[in-house]
């Protein structure tokens, strides 16, 4: 037990941080901080800042152009990068499809996709569940049949984050409909620009379109583009949930969202004074570090400890944890925000809005606010990861 | 930070387990947990080892606590052991006094030190004593460590000696509490001024981590027991486990206890390092954290239990009004709560703005 780290992480942190202090780009860190909608190119244009420096994909090995980081220094990193105002990696290509390939793909895939995806040339989007299908995946029907070297695909897929920017889509779909729910499924990567591809934006509360429906009629996908065994594609989803047990818990953007909220309470006045200055507002806000102290050294002990000496639980115990500690931030925002809450207007949630009637730094914030409630819903919601935890925390 | 514990420790706490489930089966009480207590050495476990102890600090304190709490037990380790070892220590490393702690001659409890304590009034250029306090297990010790707060002094006084007396209390949680009456005692002035404040602070900043680590073992207990009971709890026909709602509840219980388990450990890891990773911050976001924790996992013990749960004799209503004295020992929520604003950069306004102004 040791708090101090060791000094080649001391200096990892360090190079980081001196890094992203200084290749942030002023706009988007000011976008990002502010909370405004950010779009495909400024993502683009940071995550290619990124790769020239060799660390846009932090999870992958060395071998395939990642960095070859320890979970640890993966953590840091996350961290340092979003106290520096650098979005997160968003991108389902270096956090998804990228490890998927690298545990499952061909060597012609590999060499085919990766260094796209490092460089941000292609952008991919998930097409996993259905409208029938959400939490309950398995019963996907969205239907692959081989024809010639070919599969047909035919079927409907939802919640496609980002789909609407994204060139190709990696999805699960069904090959044999005769066998049971989860073993008919295979792994299919989809050119979002073939004929029978349509993706529709679908309109979010916060006011966002990020997430979209992919219709697919009789869409020809070569079966090249299958990851993995026919009929496996079971095991690549599942390997894709037992990933990222270190960055789930999304400490980074805890703290960041929470120096906001200090600094929104030392700047915004109510009657007359500074918020933070009402205790109300003092006293939440030294329960939420409370919080966000208490995650960050859970996620420091359950990375440290090796997986045996875990239950198996961790990662959806500290998924559920962040996510609900980044939503009390978000909620707590919403009423350092008070009724400049109540204002819509989409221009607000872009740079260079200059209307006086509300602050430029609260006009995001209910929107920020709504769309923090995604957070315990997607990457298996929160009820899903009790259920998981579950079998590994009941024991006699 | 790094968590994981170094060959001795996880043999330390290994042997602290070992020895107090064996003197549970012994039935010897807490006399029996104390004597193991002694046996191993442990009152020498802050005393540095020229002065006959082991001289290891808040992280070995963290595991010797951690198990007391998990076993239920009631010893009297952190009133005789953590607050007296670490104020004198910080006083003093070399006080012949430590080597009498250790060596298991002296029985020391602190009064003055929990900011629940009422001020003590001194006359005769301060050496006679006037207060009452309320002391955790000051039953059998010989000495009393007085500490003056407002006065900035510290006596070390005996406990038989003239114009103390004594009278037992019992304790919400089944211990004992000892009402010390100071009428004119007089006391061996010990060291004033800032050492003084120095060094109650630093055992309070100990005392406040070694707590911490006896709630988190407590929670350990509760959480386990609660997950034993569902899993062989048999109604309607099937395991209580079973059922949805259940299993969800014992998850969130879970996911406390480990919280609360992470920042007992990031406690005792910021008292070892001192200054640079703002001890007094991270102790008190600790104790807040224990505190509502503790409440909250006591609560859903005896809920999930039903009705044997309200039973004295089950012992998850021991383990819970353990952490409610826990609670109330070394300052509550609301002490602390008002500490970590006082500490936290939240009240550094200036700097805030200065950072939304960039």
Known sequence: ?396 | MNFELTEEQVLLADTVERALLAAAGSRTGVDGEWDAIVALGLPGLLVDEAAGGAGLGAAETFLVMEALGHAGSRAPFLSRIVLPCAFLHALDPAAPLLGRIASGEATVVTGGLDPADAPLSCSDAGVRLFGTLLIPDGCEADTLLLIDREGARAFLLEMSSHGVATAEIERLDGGALTRVALNGASGELIAQGDPVIHAADAALMLGNAALCAEAAGIMRALVDKTSAYLVHRRQFGTNLSSFQVLQHRLVDMRLHQELSRSMAAGAAMAVDAGSASSPARVVAAAKIQLCLAGRRIAEEAIQLHGAIGMTDELDVGRYAKRLLVIEQTLGNRFHHLDRLMAESEICDAAKASERACR
């Open chain 1, 1 to 396: 037990m040791n708090w101090d780290p060791s000094p080649e992480i001391k200096l990892f942190r360090e190079e980081v941080r001196a890094f992203a202090r200084a290749s942030v780009p002023d706009d988007i860190r000011l976008k990002f901080e502010r909370g405004y909608r950010l779009g495909r190119d400024d993502y683009t244009r940071w995550y290619q800042i990124l790769a020239a420096r060799g660390w846009s994909a932090p999870a992958w090995p060395k071998e395939h152009g990642g960095p070859g980081w320890s979970p640890l220094q993966r953590l840091i990193f996350d961290d340092e990068m979003l106290l520096a105002g650098a979005p997160r990696i968003i991108s389902a290509g270096i956090n998804m499809l990228g490890p998927v390939l690298i545990a499952f793909g061909t060597e012609e895939q590999k060499r085919c996709y990766l260094p796209a995806i490092l460089r941000t040339e292609t952008w991919w989007a998930q097409g996993f569940s259905e409208p029938e299908a959400g939490s309950d995946l398995a019963s996907l029907r969205t239907r692959a049949v081989p024809d010639g070297d070919d599969f047909i695909v035919t079927g409907q897929k939802s919640w496609s984050s980002y789909g609407h920017f994204s060139d190709r889509m990696f999805t699960l779909v069904r090959t044999d409909p005769a066998a049971k729910p989860q073993r008919g499924i295979s792994f299919l990567m989809i050119d979002l620009n073939a004929p029978g591809v349509e993706v529709r934006p679908v309109r979010t509360i916060d006011g966002g379109t990020d997430l979209n429906e992919v219709w697919l009629d009789a869409v020809r996908v070569p079966r090249a583009n299958l990851v993995g065994a026919l009929d496996d594609g079971w095991t690549c989803a599942k390997y894709l949930l037992t990933l990222e047990r270190t960055t789930i818990a999304g400490i980074g953007a805890c703290k960041q969202q929470l120096r906001r909220a200090r600094m929104l309470c030392a700047a915004t006045k109510h009657g007359g004074r500074p918020l933070i200055e009402h205790p109300s507002f003092a006293e939440r806000m030294a329960l939420l570090e409370v919080d966000v102290m208490a995650l960050e050294f859970t996620a420091l002990r359950m990375l440290g400890a090796n997986a045996e000496s875990g239950s198996g639980a961790e990662a959806s115990l500290l998924k559920i944890r962040g996510t609900e500690v980044r939503q009390a931030i978000y909620a707590f925002l919403l009423d350092v925000a008070g009724p400049a809450a109540v204002p819509w207007r989409e221009e607000a949630m872009h740079l260079g809005d200059d209307d006086p009637a509300v602050a430029a730094e609260l006009a995001p914030l209910a929107a920020n606010y709504l769309d923090s409630r995604k957070l315990s819903i997607y990457g298996g919601t929160n009820e899903v990861q009790r259920n998981i935890a579950a079998r590994m925390v009941l024991r006699p």
